[in-house]
Nanobody, 124 residues
Framework: QVQLVESGGGLVQAGGSLRLSCQAS????????MAWFRQAPGKEREFVAG???????YYANSMKGRFTISRDNAKNTVYLQMNSLKPEDTAVYYC??????????????????WGQGTQVTVSS
């Protein structure tokens, strides 16, 4: 069992930056694939970025260049640095974890463990 707690969301103007954090506790965090998803009102939860236990990052195509995912295994924390934010980035951002991904790592159904989410609002 892994418990995830996100933080760092808030209100920011378009063009600004935020850094989200996800603190993990429970089982061996370093073995898990960690990911960020987001869900805007009335929309499906979508993949944003993920990072494997070797710290290799991967991104949704639309996020490349603006978002950076990283992890600090010593702190059991994964980060999402978001730059050049746009109003369409407004959503609840969720942290997810899984140690046994057998299918599409961009699919939310592959992840068993989720945080409660943190709201990001980008004003125009």
């Amino acid at each position: 069992q892994v418990q995830l707690v996100e933080s760092g969301g808030g209100l920011v103007q378009a063009g600004g930056s935020l850094r989200l954090s996800c603190q993990a506790s429970g089982r061996t965090y370093s073995n898990y694939v960690m990911a960020w998803f987001r869900q805007a009102p009335g929309k499906e939860r979508e993949f944003v970025a993920g990072i494997g236990w070797t710290s290799m990052p991967y991104y949704a195509n639309s996020m490349k260049g603006r978002f950076t995912i990283s992890r600090d295994n010593a702190k059991n924390t994964v980060y999402l640095q978001m730059n050049s934010l746009k109003p369409e980035d407004t959503a609840v951002y969720y942290c997810a974890a899984e140690d046994d991904i057998v299918g599409d790592y961009e699919s939310r159904y592959e992840y068993r463990y989720w945080g409660q989410g943190t709201q990001v609002t980008v004003s125009s």
